[in-house]
């Protein structure tokens, strides 16, 4: 997921709230939603999650590894939850930083900015830690461009990005498809230029062989090396997620072609990318990492959603040369959640519903939770894509919406579940134990108690 930064303007607007109290000092009190059963939100509440997607912070000053394609500069209206109006905010504070006001007048959020420099000042390195410990979530997956300090392993595990890999040629002719490409492009040259300086090569191989052999797979296994669990594609900012079987020549032809001078058409440029798309899965699953996919209709006013479709990927996923790799559509697919949850009929296809807990509220995600579960409930993944959108909204304040949405999202479902006689009390806290926890230890072997 991406942000645009939430202003200060806006962040200065002061909004009243009526809001329930959750109990200080025990941070993952259950809110019970309207319609969940007590009993079950109070056990879902103390599981100790793995959260499958987020872009947690270093403590590193500027952080500036967080994201690959941060989307500052794309002018992004924001959808209702993300607007300061939603009552969860505030409840963040309060869990978090035991903000005592409803409202964020100006003098208030001083307070607040108070409170969250002594946490970071107490915690220092440990502050991720302190995050993970207040949210309720043993193991969390943090998409970065790199891992840094505060971020370690077992607590955080690291998922690396592979779109630059896709771009060995010159992409001005695709970055001037539409104004918000023109943004992200040359963040993902960027990327590319980065690693083939941790790898110190300084100009891009002659032929495509060459260029598999000596960046693709080496970045790939470094990233392994580094403690990578999964890679992560961005590529539904940039193109649509239809990645053809290609045949190998032309991309060979294609490669040598212009590697050299001169800008590949849409059509050249994008069997290079299909062929180079499939390698990395092949390679990814090689290595035992699994491939994230992000699918959602969101951000950005000229972000193709119709390309986002996850049914776009059934023939790689029913391609056989890529059963040894295991993906994940992250997001779910958003509004394509019913048809990320019948790609889960696929061996190696699983999903996840972090971003919606942070743009849907419960009871959205509870419908979709319920669709999903009836089909491959070891498939469902929770994920926060937990971010920074601002100076009073750190990772850590969306890392606890997240949470708390999903949570209460999760009781409503298997409320509903149980009550129309889908599944028993004890098959419901089993199936919470999975989404939460277990689904994501086996997925990428993490050993979890
Ligand atoms: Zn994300």
């Given at each position: 997921?991406?942000?645009?930064?939430?202003?200060?303007?806006?962040?200065?607007?002061?909004?009243?709230?009526?809001?329930?109290?959750?109990?200080?000092?025990?941070?993952?009190?259950?809110?019970?939603?309207?319609?969940?059963?007590?009993?079950?939100?109070?056990?879902?509440?103390?599981?100790?999650?793995?959260d499958?997607?987020?872009?947690?912070?270093?403590?590193?000053?500027?952080?500036?590894?967080?994201?690959?394609?941060?989307?500052?500069?794309?002018?992004?209206?924001?959808?209702?939850?993300?607007?300061?109006?939603?009552?969860?905010?505030?409840?963040?504070?309060?869990?978090?930083?035991?903000?005592?006001?409803d409202?964020?007048?100006?003098?208030h959020?001083?307070?607040?900015?108070?409170?969250?420099?002594?946490?970071?000042?107490?915690?220092?390195?440990?502050?991720?830690?302190?995050?993970?410990?207040?949210v309720?979530?043993?193991?969390?997956?943090?998409?970065?461009?790199?891992?840094?300090?505060?971020?370690?392993?077992?607590?955080?595990?690291?998922?690396?990005?592979?779109?630059?890999?896709?771009?060995?040629?010159?992409?001005?002719?695709?970055?001037?498809v539409?104004?918000?490409?023109?943004?992200?492009?040359?963040?993902?040259?960027?990327?590319?230029?980065?690693?083939?300086?941790?790898?110190?090569?300084?100009?891009?191989?002659?032929?495509?062989?060459?260029?598999?052999?000596?960046?693709?797979?080496?970045?790939?296994?470094?990233?392994?090396?580094?403690?990578c669990?999964?890679?992560?594609?961005?590529?539904?900012?940039l193109?649509?997620?239809?990645?053809?079987?290609?045949?190998?020549?032309?991309?060979?032809?294609?490669?040598?072609?212009?590697?050299?001078?001169?800008?590949?058409?849409?059509?050249?440029?994008?069997?290079?990318?299909?062929?180079?798309?499939?390698?990395?899965?092949?390679?990814?699953?090689?290595?035992?990492?699994?491939?994230?996919?992000?699918?959602?209709?969101?951000?950005?006013?000229?972000?193709?959603?119709?390309?986002?479709?996850?049914?776009?990927?059934?023939?790689?996923?029913?391609?056989?040369?890529?059963?040894?790799?295991?993906?994940?559509?992250?997001?779910?697919g958003?509004?394509?959640?019913?048809?990320a949850?019948?790609?889960?009929?696929?061996?190696?296809?699983?999903?996840?519903?972090?971003?919606?807990?942070?743009?849907?509220?419960?009871?959205?995600?509870?419908?979709?939770?319920?669709?999903?579960?009836?089909?491959?409930?070891?498939?469902?993944?929770?994920?926060?894509?937990?971010?920074?959108?601002?100076?009073?909204?750190?990772?850590?304040?969306?890392?606890?919406?997240?949470?708390?949405?999903?949570?209460?999202?999760?009781?409503?479902?298997?409320?509903?579940?149980?009550?129309?006689?889908?599944?028993?009390?004890a098959?419901?806290?089993?199936?919470?134990?999975?989404?939460?926890?277990?689904?994501?230890?086996?997925?990428?072997?993490?050993?979890?108690?």
């Amino acid at each position: 997921m991406k942000f645009y930064r939430i202003s200060r303007a806006l962040l200065s607007c002061t909004v009243v709230l009526a809001f329930t109290l959750p109990v200080h000092g025990d941070t993952l009190a259950p809110l019970v939603q309207p319609g969940a059963d007590p009993g079950l939100t109070a056990f879902i509440a103390k599981i100790r999650a793995v959260d499958n997607h987020s872009h947690a912070n270093s403590t590193v000053r500027g952080d500036p590894d967080y994201d690959a394609l941060p989307l500052d500069g794309v002018p992004i209206e924001m959808p209702a939850q993300l607007r300061l109006e939603n009552p969860d905010w505030i409840a963040a504070y309060k869990a978090l930083y035991q903000y005592p006001y409803d409202d964020m007048s100006e003098a208030h959020m001083r307070v607040l900015r108070g409170a969250m420099q002594d946490v970071a000042r107490e915690q220092r390195e440990d502050f991720p830690t302190w995050v993970l410990n207040q949210v309720g979530t043993e193991v969390l997956l943090a998409n970065r461009i790199a891992m840094g300090p505060g971020l370690m392993s077992p607590r955080f595990r690291w998922v690396s990005y592979a779109d630059a890999l896709l771009l060995p040629l010159s992409t001005k002719a695709e970055a001037a498809v539409t104004p918000d490409r023109e943004i992200l492009y040359p963040l993902e040259d960027k990327l590319l230029r980065h690693y083939l300086s941790d790898l110190k090569i300084a100009t891009l191989p002659a032929t495509l062989d060459a260029y598999l052999e000596s960046v693709v797979t080496p970045t790939l296994e470094a990233q392994r090396k580094a403690g990578c669990v999964a890679i992560k594609f961005e590529a539904a900012y940039l193109r649509s997620l239809a990645f053809a079987e290609a045949d190998a020549d032309t991309a060979k032809r294609i490669y040598a072609q212009f590697i050299a001078a001169g800008e590949p058409s849409h059509a050249e440029y994008k069997t290079l990318q299909d062929f180079l798309f499939r390698y990395i899965a092949r390679e990814a699953g090689r290595l035992g990492m699994a491939v994230h996919i992000h699918s959602f209709e969101g951000f950005g006013p000229y972000y193709d959603v119709a390309g986002a479709d996850p049914m776009l990927l059934e023939p790689v996923f029913n391609d056989p040369a890529l059963r040894n790799t295991r993906f994940v559509i992250v997001h779910g697919g958003g509004m394509y959640a019913t048809e990320a949850g019948a790609m889960t009929w696929k061996p190696n296809v699983y999903v996840d519903f972090s971003l919606m807990t942070v743009v849907y509220p419960p009871a959205r995600i509870a419908g979709i939770l319920r669709q999903w579960l009836t089909l491959y409930p070891e498939k469902v993944l929770f994920g926060s894509d937990a971010i920074g959108m601002g100076p009073d909204i750190g990772w850590e304040v969306t890392a606890w919406v997240a949470a708390s949405t999903a949570r209460k999202a999760l009781a409503l479902a298997l409320t509903e579940m149980m009550q129309a006689g889908e599944v028993s009390r004890a098959r419901a806290e089993e199936i919470a134990t999975m989404v939460l926890r277990t689904n994501a230890g086996t997925l990428y072997s993490l050993g979890l108690e």
